[in-house]
């Protein structure tokens, strides 16, 4: 019988080595490798118990059964590992359960290590002959109990993995977990057996079994094509795409996401893992979506003090198994829309005084100018030349003329309300329209301008620059009922401060 179950293990261990070996070279995802690792690690152990069994001194039998506690140890987190990696539900699970899970049997493997120096593990080793071979006789001690129940902690958690996954499967792809359910309940059988030691002699039921889980595994590899390239390579293209993704049944409850979506609601201070559509949509700014129209929608929000912008699209997805569910895609345009920002601004803004170019002032003032007509409200406009320009420039040099532009520049800026439209129109010549301003109000605007600017001295790097300004004031009439004619008129009152002395206003 012994012969028997020898030439078992050893077809076995080749089945197994096969296993890993293939799994190993069927690709580069975590999925195979944890795979391939697991069916060397389930090798060590039979592989060990095998050569155990061959053994014909006490030392021999030690030293195997050393050997194959690396298997008896790391097989189960791994099995467990396999079942989470699978569809990605590791990042469910916190870092802190798979420290403790890959923990345990490290401490297993120094106990074992440290056999001849305690008798947690065994407390007492002895030989018994069974058809002409020795069998190891162990006496088991409180520590294998621990070990017992880690183990059937583990497989436990596996087999709650798989029914979970059989349970949200569609209908066509169930038999899968079914069959790496019964997979997973096989080493009880003999972790049962150990336990209760079947047929009192003390053979190790668990590695006589593990081939067994490795066969179903190995045939439901090929069946089912566990390894899945081609979908394992979507999982991957969603899991590590630089869009958030998120899957919703049509529940609207989220039943997937990948990292990146993760990241978006971590950063939004969500739990991602516990929320719905509705939690999303309650955010401030996010947009009403409405799943049955494929639309594209703009999010805008502040992460982090930051200003993020982004493209939201849903998608219907709908599988042959009357699965239906939504994809949210979720693209982070920020970049995009800051540069468009800045062009924006390089076409609207006068590079050197930062304030509104011609052509954008003319646009703006337009469309304020139609509105104070239909309104019947009051509004006004101020044409201003810097006073003696040239000579300016011919003492101090262009350099500090552009300082004093832009300096002039920021005063007016300062000076008027944000609803005022201020521009540089060109040269050293600005403008500024007013909506809701009467003429008298705008003089008065005007004047505190003229005296601030009369009063302040720009300071260059080698120099004080004194600068005035003549303006001339218009506002609309029934018969300055344009824009164009608006401008005329100022001009008109700014070439009288001009000719009347200038450092003056004149409407
Ligand atoms: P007025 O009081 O009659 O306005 O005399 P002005 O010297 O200011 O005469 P005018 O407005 O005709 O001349 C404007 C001068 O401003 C001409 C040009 O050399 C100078 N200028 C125009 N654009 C710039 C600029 O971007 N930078 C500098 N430094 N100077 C400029
Ligand atoms: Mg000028
Ligand atoms: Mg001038």
């Not at 080493?187 to 079994?209: E, H, N, R």
């Not at 409200?377 to 810097?386: A, E, I, T, W």
């Not at 002039?408 to 439209?421: A, E, I, N, Q």
């Not at 005007?446 to 300004?469: N, Q």
Request: one cysteine or more.
């Amino acid at each position: 019988m012994i012969h028997l179950l020898m030439l078992y293990l050893f077809i076995s261990s080749l089945g197994i080595a096969s296993l890993s070996v293939f799994t190993f070279s069927k690709g580069r995802t975590r999925h195979t490798r944890l795979i391939s690792l697991m069916c060397f690690f389930i090798l060590i152990y039979v592989l060990g118990y095998l050569f155990e069994l061959n053994s014909e001194s006490i030392e021999r039998i030690m030293f195997w059964n050393f050997i194959q506690f690396f298997g008896i140890a790391f097989y189960p987190p791994l099995w467990l590992y396999v079942a989470l990696s699978y569809g990605n539900k590791t990042r469910y699970f916190q870092k802190r359960w798979i420290a403790i899970i890959f923990a345990m049997p490290l401490i297993s493997f120094a106990i074992r290590v440290t056999l001849p120096y305690h008798d947690l593990l065994y407390s007492q080793v002895g030989l018994r002959a069974i058809d002409g071979l020795f069998i190891i006789r162990l006496e088991r001690g409180s520590y294998f109990l621990v070990h017992s129940l880690y183990l059937f902690v583990v497989l436990l958690w596996t087999n709650y993995i798989y029914y979970k996954e059989y349970k949200s499967a569609p209908a066509a792809t169930k038999e899968k977990f079914v069959v790496l359910f019964i997979a997973s309940i096989v080493p009880y059988i003999g972790l049962v057996m150990i336990i209760t030691d079947f047929l009192k002699i003390g053979l190790d039921y668990a590695a006589i079994l593990l081939p067994v889980s490795a066969f179903i595994l190995g045939v439901s590899i090929i069946k089912f094509d566990l390894l899945e390239v081609k979908s394992l390579a979507r999982e991957q293209i969603f899991e590590n795409s630089m869009d958030g993704m998120i899957l919703f049944n049509h529940k609207l409850k989220i039943v997937d996401y990948n990292l990146r979506a993760k990241e978006l609601v971590d950063a939004l201070g969500l739990d991602i893992s516990m929320i719905g559509l509705s939690d999303l949509q309650n955010i401030n700014g996010f947009p009403q979506i409405d799943v049955s129209s494929q639309l594209d929608y703009k999010l805008s929000l502040k992460i982090e003090d930051e200003p993020r912008h982004f493209d939201i699209t849903c998608q219907r997805v709908q599988s042959s198994h009357h699965w239906s569910g939504y994809l949210l895609s979720v693209h982070d345009i920020t970049e995009r829309e800051i540069l468009q920002q800045q062009l924006r601004e390089l076409a609207q803004k006068d590079g050197l005084s930062g304030l509104n170019n011609r052509r954008h002032f003319m646009q703006m003032s337009e469309i304020l100018f139609k509105q104070s007509i239909l309104e019947e409200q009051p509004c006004s406009l101020l044409m201003l030349d810097l006073d003696d320009f040239k000579s300016i420039n011919d003492s101090f040099g262009h350099g500090a003329g552009d300082l004093v532009i832009q300096e002039v520049g920021s005063l007016l800026y300062t000076c008027f309300r944000k609803t005022d439209v201020v521009s540089r129109m060109g040269g050293e010549e600005f403008a500024v329209f007013l909506p809701h301003t009467t003429l008298s109000e705008a003089m008065q605007k005007a004047e505190f301008f003229r005296k601030a600017l009369e009063e302040c001295m720009i300071k260059t790097k080698d120099a004080l620059i004194h600068v005035t300004v003549s303006i001339g004031v218009a506002t609309a009439t029934s018969e300055i009922n344009e824009l164009e004619l608006l401008l005329q008129k100022a001009d008109k009152s700014l070439y009288l401060s001009k000719n009347k002395g200038k450092n003056r206003i004149t409407a």
